[in-house]
């Protein structure tokens, strides 16, 4: 018996190695935007069953806690929503799952209605001027830059003096 499970296990080093990568890698877990939550969640539950068929379970809050973290910049309303809801009342895991699937539902079916905002492309304009003549209407446009600036700075003081 032993050496089955040793064979299968491996030893106990293999076994503490094997407990520290599969934690490494539950603690950088996030879900990245273009995943669907099915995707997310097989990988998750590879992660967490895998801990705890080597003795190092993790409970159900801490794993909805972690789902909740991992969700991406784009869902930060929900999660914030979610975080809430599981603080006042401890949520089961597949509860979060199944409000994370309707979430997505709704999310690409907002995506599919709201129309695609167009493309505009610019055209660099090129003119017959020569570089002194640009040059010049630049110094022109400065310098009028300049003195509205100025303008506006002296009406500024003013009003602050007279107050």
Same mark, same amino acid.
């Given at each position: 018996m032993t050496t089955l499970i040793g064979h299968y296990e491996g030893t106990s080093q293999v076994k503490g190695a094997k407990i520290d990568l599969l934690r490494s890698q539950? #603690?950088?877990?996030?879900?990245q935007e273009n995943k669907s939550i099915d995707d997310m969640i097989t990988k998750f539950t590879k992660i967490t069953n895998a801990l705890a068929s080597l003795g190092n379970e993790?409970?159900?809050d801490q794993k909805v806690r972690k789902v909740i973290r991992a969700l991406p910049p784009s869902w930060k309303i929900k999660a914030t929503a979610l975080k809430e809801l599981n603080d006042?009342? #401890?949520m089961e895991l597949i509860s979060l799952i199944g409000n994370l699937k309707i979430h997505e539902m709704e999310k690409k079916a907002r995506e599919e209605t709201v129309p695609q905002k167009k493309k505009f492309i610019a055209f660099k304009s090129t003119s017959n001027i020569s570089d002194d003549e640009e040059d010049e209407e630049n110094d022109? #446009?400065?310098s009028l830059l300049v003195r509205n600036v100025k303008r506006m700075y002296h009406k500024k003081r003013l009003n602050h003096r007279r107050r």
């Open positions: 539950y #603690e950088s877990f996030k879900i993790i409970n159900n006042k009342d #401890e022109e #446009e400065l």
